[in-house]
């Protein structure tokens, strides 16, 4: 499509974005306070704090990490974590033997009921074409260098199933609370692009 | 179809590149093309999976070069003039020429938090059994199909185990055309990264992908 929007400030696509906003509501189609509550609850509500707090609790409640293996969907849900993007969840745990990772190869499958909207590098051409064929490249780029024998195991995000993986808990951590172990859960950790922080060994990662 | 979003095992994308903010939204008119494009869906024209193949469907070029929130935009407009809620030229000189169409719901602000914290189950009842096992081997098709599919190129004409059932899923295949749900099995499948990308790569990698029955048959 064509705009002749040249000399304008805007660009094209804030051009294209502003048309389609104001045509739809115009034809009522959308009640513009529902735009401004959507963009709200990703902004402030939910996040990667909620994937944290299932984490932390797995790590420090073998019954509840049992119940999470079992159906995520509805472990995941006591603590009231549900809905869009998180309809079917599946809860992988990565083991001495195995390192779990995910992506989305076809578009963006992500889990947004724990971990709130992807980043942009999991959207990405670059990350969806090489997660699956080369993750250990991948996994070296986010500063990951897992030992050459270890297992890698991707789940491509094919259908409605959404994957949280569980990092491993670090060592060091005997007697900590579920607050202060949440806190060593990064966004990156429950993708499976990142490892839970070391609390000897502190690095900023995402 | 073998559009620009399958793009597993593609190659020459260069790093990954990470941000040091992440944020969400990287301008104003990302967060209106998210709360449009999740509005609409909410008015139940088109499925979610009608919306991604609107996406898939866009040139080539055009999906690559595209962010983002400008494949959603871009996507949102095919959808809004082929289900007749807007016309081209209504989006060119973004002026309403002609009558609004009636649609099923409009999402209102008192709805949102519930229509979010409920979702969009894609499982269905079980009508005929599963036709596979936890542990047979399966194959999956060799099929290129024009029409939206979510079995990816790299795992057409390989061979798996079926590990988990899943259940009856929304077959996304018909589901995306106007065809109906045809709800069918969806099963948990894993592959060795040996049998998918060849001898020479690494041994200690394996695949999970979550596949519907059409998909499959019997190694």
Redesign the interface.
């Known amino acids: 499509?064509?705009?002749d929007h040249d000399h304008s400030d805007l660009s094209d696509?804030?051009?294209?974005?502003?048309?389609?906003?104001?045509?739809?509501t115009?034809?009522?189609?959308?009640?513009p306070?529902?735009?401004?509550?959507?963009?709200e609850?990703?902004?402030t509500k939910?996040g990667p704090k909620n994937g944290a707090t299932v984490v932390a609790r797995t790590w420090v409640d073998p019954e509840y990490r049992d119940r999470l293996l079992e159906d995520a969907t509805a472990a995941i849900a006591e603590f009231g974590f549900?809905?869009?993007?998180?309809?079917?969840m599946?809860a992988v745990e990565n083991t001495d033997e195995t390192h779990n990772m995910v992506?989305c190869?076809?578009?963006?499958c992500y889990p947004w009921?724990v971990l709130?909207?992807p980043?942009?590098?999991y959207?990405?051409?670059?990350?969806?074409?090489?997660?699956?064929?080369?993750?250990?490249g991948?996994l070296e780029?986010?500063g990951v260098r897992l030992p050459?024998?270890?297992?890698?195991?991707?789940?491509?995000?094919?259908?409605?199933?959404r994957y949280l993986v569980i990092p491993q808990r670090p060592l060091g951590t005997d007697g900590w609370s579920e607050d202060g172990l949440a806190a060593l859960v990064t966004r990156d950790s429950m993708i499976g692009t990142g490892l839970a922080i070391d609390p000897l060994h502190k690095e900023p990662t995402? | 179809m073998n559009g620009a979003?399958?793009?597993?095992?593609?190659?020459g994308?260069?790093?990954?590149?990470?941000?040091k903010d992440?944020l969400?939204?990287?301008?104003?008119?990302e967060?209106?093309?998210?709360?449009?494009t999740?509005?609409?869906g909410a008015?139940g024209t088109w499925t979610l999976d009608a919306s991604?193949h609107a996406?898939?469907a866009l040139h080539p070029a055009d999906y690559?070069s595209s962010s983002?929130y400008?494949i959603w935009?871009?996507g949102?407009?095919r959808l809004?003039v082929t289900h007749g809620?807007?016309t081209?030229e209504?989006?060119?000189?973004?002026?309403?020429l002609v009558p609004?169409k009636p649609?099923k719901r409009?999402?209102?602000?008192e709805?949102?938090?519930d229509?979010?914290?409920?979702?969009?189950?894609?499982?269905r009842p079980r009508q005929q059994a599963a036709r596979y096992r936890v542990g047979d081997r399966v194959h999956t098709k060799r099929m290129h199909p024009v029409t939206h599919t979510?079995?990816?190129r790299?795992?057409r004409d390989v061979a798996g185990r079926i590990e988990v059932i899943?259940g009856v899923?929304?077959f996304?295949d018909a589901n995306a055309h106007d065809k109906g749900e045809q709800p069918a099995w969806?099963y948990?499948i894993?592959f060795k990264g040996t049998d998918?990308?060849g001898p020479d790569?690494?041994p200690?990698?394996?695949?999970?992908?979550?596949?519907?029955e059409p998909y499959l048959d019997l190694a």
């Open positions: 499509m064509s705009h696509i804030e051009l294209r974005v502003r048309a389609l906003e104001t045509l739809l115009e034809k009522g189609y959308i009640d306070p529902a735009l401004e509550a959507l963009i609850t990703y902004e939910i549900t809905g869009r993007q998180g309809e079917h599946v992506v190869t076809l578009c963006s009921s709130g909207l980043p942009v590098w959207k990405s051409a670059p990350y969806r074409s090489r997660a699956v064929s080369d993750p250990r991948v780029e986010f050459q024998g270890k297992h890698i195991r991707v789940w491509d995000s094919t259908a409605e199933v995402a | 979003q399958d793009l597993g095992g593609q190659m994308f260069g790093p990954i590149e990470t941000e992440e969400n939204f990287h301008a104003g008119w967060e209106r093309a998210f709360a449009i999740l509005a609409m008015t991604r996406r898939e690559l983002y400008e935009t871009k949102l407009e809004v809620l807007a081209d209504e989006l060119k000189q973004a002026k309403v609004a649609i409009v999402l209102k602000v709805d949102v938090a229509v979010l914290a409920k979702g969009a189950p894609v499982d979510r079995l990816p790299y795992a899943h899923h929304v996304p969806l948990g894993a998918i990308w790569s690494d200690n990698l394996s695949l999970r992908l979550d596949l519907w």
